[in-house]
């Protein structure tokens, strides 16, 4: 059992950053953000590599966005937000350890509770 939890969230204006952090209760595991905004599916945002050495971006974040991790603990580092970035933003990690995830919700086992960005225009 993973347990994730997710901090960083907050409200920032068009144009700025911020960053999240996932902090996983075990090292080792493949792990990825996903958000939601309201009255939308669950959309993949970045993933990463067991080890960091391999990094994914959905097509609405690429360029903006940069996944890192220092052992266990995951950031997600955004930069020039647009409203449309907001959403809850959810952690998640594969469910083997040293194992591969992709973009699909389905391959990711453990899930944070969220964090919420709200991005003003």
């Known amino acids: 059992q993973v347990q994730l939890v997710e901090s960083g969230g907050g409200l920032v204006q068009a144009g700025g950053s911020l960053r999240l952090s996932c902090a996983a209760s075990l090292s080792g595991y493949a792990m990825g953000w996903f958000r939601q905004a309201p009255g939308k599916e669950r959309e993949f945002v970045a993933s990463?590599?067991?080890?960091?050495?391999s990094t994914d971006y959905g097509d609405s974040v690429k360029g903006r966005c940069t996944i890192s991790r220092v052992k266990n603990i995951v950031y997600l580092q955004m930069n020039s937000l647009k409203p449309e970035d907001t959403a809850v933003y959810y952690c998640a990690a594969d469910g083997r350890p040293f194992g591969r995830v992709g973009e699909r919700a389905a391959e990711y086992r453990y899930w944070g509770q969220g964090t919420q960005v709200t991005v003003s225009s």
């Open positions: 990463i590599s067991w080890d960091g050495g």
